[in-house]
């Protein structure tokens, strides 16, 4: 049974770009969208989901595939992080709950994984970062959060 943490967004036609934060790389082809979703004493939980795109209003909206929920351990998260976290005056920033990265996953990891994630009822079993995650790590919180105020504000 997969796990929903985002709902498919219920009108997809009017879908206009691909959102494109300015901390990201070019081309957001290939990269997946990644909150941290909860921390845990040396738990953290990532929501992992496919790219978002921009409606008409510029709101966020993620299409109707599947979401995950990926536990990790912190320390190694955070060591992962202070290597492959850009910008880089981020780096040894401590993780917090809502913040927003955009990622390449290993193809071949996360297939391996999707059946242990489809089963998950908490944060485990878990998946150290660089077994699934390609570097670098693009933090993009900033931009996020000016997403969402855009679509609490939008009409």
């Not at 738990?43 to 990790?72: H, I, K, M, N």
């Not at 910008?87 to 927003?100: A, H, K, S, T, W």
């Not at 990891?109 to 998950?120: G, H, R, T, V, W």
């Amino acid at each position: 049974m997969n796990r929903r943490l985002l709902p498919p967004s219920e009108d997809v036609s009017d879908r206009t770009t691909t959102w494109t934060p300015e901390g990201a790389s070019p081309g957001m082809g290939g990269f997946h969208y990644v909150v941290v979703d909860e921390i845990v004493g040396s738990s953290v939980g990532l929501a992992l989901s496919a790219w978002p795109e921009l409606d008409a209003q510029g709101r966020l909206l993620f299409g109707a595939t599947d979401a995950y929920l990926v536990g990790s351990p912190r320390e190694e998260l955070e060591t992962f992080l202070g290597k492959h976290r850009l910008p880089e005056n981020l780096r040894e920033r401590p993780l917090r709950i809502g913040d927003v990265s955009t990622v390449q996953v290993r193809p071949e990891a996360l297939e391996e994984i999707l059946d242990e994630l489809d089963e998950q009822q908490r944060l485990e079993p878990f998946f150290a970062p660089e077994s699934w995650i390609e570097p670098p790590v693009y933090d993009v919180t900033a931009d996020a959060h000016d997403a969402a105020k855009v679509a609490f504000y939008a009409p």
